[in-house]
Structures are given as C-alpha cells and as structure tokens.
C-alpha cells in the first residue's frame, strides 16, 4: 500500500494531463480552493468526489482512493457498482467471503 494521498494522485493525474486546477475543479464539481486542499492533504476528497474523479480520469476507485489495486477502472457498469466493488476490496477477507456467499444465494433464489 502507498502512503501517497488520494489528493496526490488526482494532483499527480491532472498534472500528466496538462490540465490546471480550475478546469479540473468544474469537472469535479467542486471549488478551486476545495480541489487546492484536496490535492496538498489539507482535506479528503468525499465520495461523490472520488467517483467523479474515478470517472473522468477513467481510472478504479480503489486505486484512486486508497492507492492498491490496478489503477485501470473495475468493469462496473454504473455507480452503485463501482461502490459495491470498492466496499467489497476493502473488507477483511473472511468478511468479504460472508458477504459474497450471501449476495450469490440471493441472487440465486430471486433470480
């Protein structure tokens, strides 16, 4: 796991694409000032903010967030998706096991 910010690696992204602070701030949706505090680790970014980015810069969730995994994006089809993926990485492993027994069960008898 890297101790780089999700903030650095936005900064890191938008820099590789040539893209100023502003710009990238109305693509996000967000103020310049939000994106400056973000990007030096005077704040987190909020969810909506992650997938925004995730999104735009078409990089994983996961990956732009906590700096593990392949920064290519999940095969995820829409929101809800993409955050189960990201919640289910990030369980304890015996944990993630629980959950994906009881979701493939469900699926199975509602389906």
């Known amino acids: ?65 906590n700096g593990t995994g392949d920064p290519r994006p999940a095969e995820a089809t829409n929101e809800k998706e993409a955050l189960l993926l990201f919640a289910y990485r990030n369980l304890p492993e015996d944990e993630a096991e629980a959950y994906l027994h009881l979701m493939l069960k469900r699926s199975k008898r509602d389906g």
Do not use: C, N, Y
């Open 1 to 65: 796991m890297t101790t780089e910010t999700p903030g650095h690696r936005i900064r890191t992204i938008r820099e590789q694409k040539g893209m100023t602070q502003a710009a990238l701030a109305v693509e996000l949706g967000i103020s310049r000032s939000h994106l400056t505090k973000i990007e030096t680790g005077g704040d987190m970014p909020g969810r909506q903010t992650l997938m925004a980015a995730s999104t735009f810069f078409g990089v994983s969730l996961d990956w732009l967030a």
